[in-house]
């Protein structure tokens, strides 16, 4: 008997908790640009492309600016940063939750052949966490928080550590 009440807890905190079916397909372009009835619209200069496979696999890629390079260019702006997050889980059908990377490489459109002895550099930074209020509405928390002691090589070397929590909204004008 005891042996088989052990045996039903180890299985249980072996297995990792079944993933949420989520309330709708949130694929799409968002921000907080626009004002609308259900997003206040007050900052522009950044977006998130969510998407959503048939799977309920989501892919989210964070369109921002990166506070360690400015940009000559344009004084008192800074270079676009791209930080991508490949996969996660659906807390609930609401929420969706998933580790996020910073990577250096080629830039889109431009040919790029893979080399297994040269990978492109990928470094794990922190986590996104979405909480879908409505169809067309909700909240994206962040926290970027890069480790220590990164080669000068690294794609978040010297990247700040920063978190806070944005409202979301469909962009429709896209």
């Known amino acids: 008997m005891i042996k088989?009440?052990?045996?039903?807890?180890?299985?249980?905190?072996?297995?990792?908790?079944?993933?949420?079916?989520?309330?709708?397909?949130y694929t799409d372009l968002w921000d907080n640009s626009v004002p609308s009835a259900s997003c206040p619209?007050?900052?522009?200069?950044?977006g998130i492309t969510f998407t959503q496979h048939t799977n309920n696999a989501v892919e989210a890629v964070w369109y921002t600016?990166?506070?360690?390079?400015a940009d000559s260019s344009s004084p008192g702006?800074?270079?676009?940063?791209?930080?991508?997050?490949p996969g996660g889980t659906w807390m609930t059908p609401t929420q969706f939750t998933g580790n996020l990377y910073v990577t250096l490489g080629t830039p889109f459109g431009q040919a790029w052949a893979f080399n297994a002895n040269n990978p492109l550099p990928v470094t794990q930074?922190?986590?996104f966490t979405f909480?879908?209020?409505?169809?067309?509405?909700?909240?994206?928390?962040?926290?970027?928080?890069p480790q220590a002691g990164l080669a000068s090589t690294d794609p978040a070397f010297g990247m700040p550590s920063f978190s806070g929590t944005k409202p979301i909204c469909r962009n429709s004008a896209f």
């Open 125 to 127: 930074v922190g986590t």
């Open 41 to 46: 619209g007050t900052e522009s200069g950044w």
């Open 131 to 145: 909480n879908f209020t409505s169809s067309s509405a909700g909240t994206f928390q962040y926290n970027v928080a």
């Open 65 to 69: 600016y990166d506070p360690r390079q």
């Open 4 to 25: 088989t009440v052990l045996a039903t807890a180890l299985v249980a905190t072996a297995l990792p908790a079944a993933a949420a079916t989520p309330a709708t397909n």
């Open 77 to 85: 702006n800074f270079k676009p940063l791209w930080i991508v997050m």
